[in-house]
């Protein structure tokens, strides 16, 4: 097309050059001016052709669901009754975070079992039960080792005969005894060896004894507190001088509400969750029924992590184990540092 139109005003030049008798060389001066005119002037501006901006699709908002999250942790609950974990990645393309019920639970401290105190016992001042549960080293251990230039004993069944463990003790433990072989020289690390174990204790059915009564029966003329279970369990401020009987009457509140009702109840001393005054529980625990006092904990030996019962303490390594009865009737001992 273009060649076109150049041809066309060619052709018009020459046609108005001859019919003005312009010579040949005026001519060819005009088709010169013509050409360098065209070629100073700018191409018409092309047409743009508009690309469509696509707009981007807007994201959804997360919820809990659209995570993967690390596990809870601590494995096992804790005291505090709490569990965290944290979220990995998404599963979709969205906004937003977990909520914080979805990275946080509450749950259930797990117990240790304890063992069962025969309410036919006084209850003891002091329980030197170790806690937590953990292999205790005979005394022998706990002193300087013997001849310290012999190897260490391989723990294996070449190097020891153990006995079997014994019977559930009514401390919550079972024990067993070990010889070294014949031929076999080196040392004997007694903590490394498993003497010692927790074990729940399955008490016998308790049946009280009716303590006989002489016809001719003297009772001391002075007057012992009791508790009589044929008043409503209340204190008797000048009892028989014989002294309880556990039958009708009772040296604790505690052993008489417990004699008295068909099904065990939890009876706290203290009121309740109260880490500021000692007290003593007795109720439910795991289908069985206890008596615990509440008492201070403290870290008497670092290897091993073993823990004793002591009578006060301070610092981090010292732990209130503080013993109360739950809404659903069932005692429960929780720990305070």
């Not at 047409?47 to 994201?59: A, C, G, H, M, Y």
């Amino acid at each position: 097309m273009e060649h076109i139109k150049i041809i066309s005003v060619f052709v018009l030049i020459v046609f108005v050059a001859s019919i003005l008798n312009v010579p040949t060389t005026e001519a060819k001066k005009w088709w010169e001016f013509w050409k360098k005119d065209k070629k100073d002037k700018p191409p018409p501006p092309q047409p743009v052709e508009q690309t469509p901006i696509q707009q981007q699709p807007t994201k959804p908002s997360c919820t809990d669901n659209d995570f993967n999250y690390n596990s809870w942790s601590p494995d096992i609950c804790p005291s505090i009754g709490k569990q965290t974990r944290s979220w990995v990645s998404k599963k979709i393309s969205c906004l937003g975070e977990p909520t914080k019920s979805a990275l946080e639970r509450a749950c259930t401290p797990v117990q240790a079992p304890v063992a069962n105190i025969n309410l036919d016992q006084p209850i003891p001042a002091k329980n030197t039960q170790q806690y937590p549960s953990q292999n205790i080293p005979s005394s022998a251990a706990v002193a300087a080792a013997p001849n310290v230039d012999l190897p260490l004993c391989p723990l294996n069944d070449f190097t020891f005969s153990f006995s079997a463990f014994s019977e559930c003790q009514q401390d919550g433990f079972r024990t067993r005894t070990y010889t070294k072989n014949s031929g076999v020289n080196c040392r004997v690390d007694e903590s490394s060896l498993l003497l010692k174990e927790k074990c729940a204790y399955n008490p016998p059915a308790r049946t009280p004894t009716p303590i006989p009564q002489p016809q001719n029966r003297v009772c001391p003329s002075v007057c012992t507190p009791l508790y009589d279970l044929s008043n409503d369990c209340k204190l008797n401020t000048c009892g028989s001088g014989c002294g309880a009987d556990d039958i009708n009457t009772f040296k604790t509140e505690l052993e008489c509400k417990a004699k008295k009702s068909p099904t065990p109840i939890c009876i706290d001393s203290d009121g309740g969750n109260n880490i500021f005054q000692k007290g003593v529980t007795n109720g439910p625990q795991n289908g069985k029924v206890f008596t615990k006092t509440d008492v201070c904990t403290k870290q008497i030996k670092t290897e091993g992590n073993y823990w004793g019962d002591v009578d006060e303490c301070t610092g981090n390594k010292c732990v209130v184990n503080e013993n109360y009865c739950t809404p659903n009737n069932q005692l429960y001992t929780e720990h305070f540092n």
